[in-house]
């Protein structure tokens, strides 16, 4: 690896609550350890333009607190294509640009990965992402925020189930992953929580309605994650509807709220460690890998290792909460 002088550090994929402390541990960490520090916007569509930006201590000040990201992000399908690549790597020629860190999911790692094979450019990964489904780290940065506006929005809906005797069926974001419905669910004491992972049984699905109302339940939650068999939460509130046509159900679908928001300390303290290791990792001559915390240290994965072995939920606490849900 040749001697490393400045590096770009960018946000691709979806925001997560959490980039920005990521930014500015990267950009300071750099600083202090004698780096030339820019950033390139709008992820790897900054590097085939060469839409890069000086970054100095004070650019990533205030930011700590914000949600998205000052960067910018978007997914860049030019960069899939060995074209797109080679454009991006003939403008980190021309600017100077000797090394990346990217913060983002599969989708940025993939990228990342081809880019540093073909062209031997020394890249490091952070985990953004809500889904909380990269193997190699414990958490992601945006997770534990992403659960956190879950949990609020679904207490408050609970209110108005219990005050007018009404069945919420909540759909949560989780299009592979059901990290974010499981975690709420138990969270909120959700009567029924949904997941990719698991199959849905309608019928099963109604068997436990039909005990719950037995004991004379008058209200509930549902939390179902997108990417759940049963077809999303639309589908769910059709199968209830034409099988207890008495129960009065509304259908609440959070989408992108998920991803908003001031992140809370846990990711601000994750994206901080991360950040500030991501540039170490570098110094230290390491390319090609995640830095993910795991069992609350430091830990490094190859990006094709996160990539092919997605981080699974542990099933035994959809049992939990069918117990604590009684």
Known sequence: ????????????????????????????????????????????HGLISGDIVPLHSRSVSNIIQRGGTILKSARCKAFYEKEGREKAHYKMQAMGIDALVVIGGDGTFTGARLFGKEY?????????TIDNDLYGTDYTIGYDTAINTVVEAVDKLRDTASSHDRLFIIEVMGRDAGYIALTSGIATGAEMILVPESPTYIDEMVYVLEKDWKKNKTSGIIIVSEGDDSGGALEVEKEINNRFPEFETRVSILGHIQRGGSPTAMDRVLASRLGNAAIMTLKDGVSGVMVG?????????????????????NLDLLDIARVLAI
């Open 1 to 44: 690896m040749k001697q490393i002088k400045k590096i770009a550090v960018l946000t691709s994929g979806g925001d997560s609550p959490g980039m920005n402390a990521a930014i500015r541990a990267v950009v300071r960490t750099g600083i202090n350890e004698g780096f030339e520090m820019v950033g390139s916007l709008r992820g790897y």
């Open 120 to 128: 031997g450019v020394p890249i490091v990964g952070l985990p953004g």
């Open 293 to 313: 915390m795991v069992d609350n240290e430091i830990d490094l994965t190859s990006f094709e290792k996160s990539i092919k072995h997605h981080q699974q939920i």
